[in-house]
């Protein structure tokens, strides 16, 4: 998967009328919702920001760890959100010395040491109930796919069970 081979995420993303950009949202949509019953980002720690062209906002950084908490992602208590952020980075790209650099500093600071925390914790996080249930009845995780065929098969069953006691019925 694109993101099993991370511990975490860094979310940056600006806002674009009160939203993340369509760009942020494409890239969310590229991470598999899950193999089996498990997403692929779940346990992995993530931090959220935002950028402003105008005013500062947390719009963004909200629906971003309202994403993340769906996708089973403990998210850093820190945020931070830079206004005015085309005036915020120098010719090369880099932050400019400021309150809002300090800022994401701080909040990248608090980010490793929050990830290196749950990292301890992943494996007691992630043990979920319907997943060691699945394990024991069917010896693995199934896939999604196989799931739905194994609906559409319990369907199919019961249809030919209503089907042959409606014949039987009527005889």
Aim: glycine share 6%; aromatic share 8%.
């Amino acid at each position: 998967s694109l993101s099993l081979w991370s511990e975490g995420h860094v979310w940056v993303s600006p806002e674009m009328h009160g939203a993340p950009t369509g760009v942020f949202k494409n890239q969310i949509d590229w991470l598999p919702l899950n193999t089996g019953s498990v997403r692929p980002t779940q346990g992995r720690t993530c931090v959220v920001l935002q950028v402003n062209g105008g005013s500062q906002s947390f719009n963004v950084v909200n629906e971003l760890r309202r994403l993340a908490r769906w996708m089973r992602m403990p998210c850093c208590t820190n945020q931070s959100s830079v206004a005015k952020a085309w005036q915020e980075f120098d010719d090369l790209g880099r932050m400019k010395p400021s309150d809002f650099r300090d800022r994401v500093v701080d909040v990248m600071e608090e980010y490793y040491k929050f990830t290196l925390i749950m990292r301890e914790q992943a494996f007691f996080l992630n043990d979920r109930y319907s997943e060691r249930k699945e394990v024991a009845a069917k010896g693995r995780l199934l896939t999604q796919a196989e799931k739905e065929t194994e609906l559409k098969d319990e369907a199919a069953a019961e249809a030919v069970v209503a089907s042959a006691s409606g014949k039987t019925q009527t005889k």
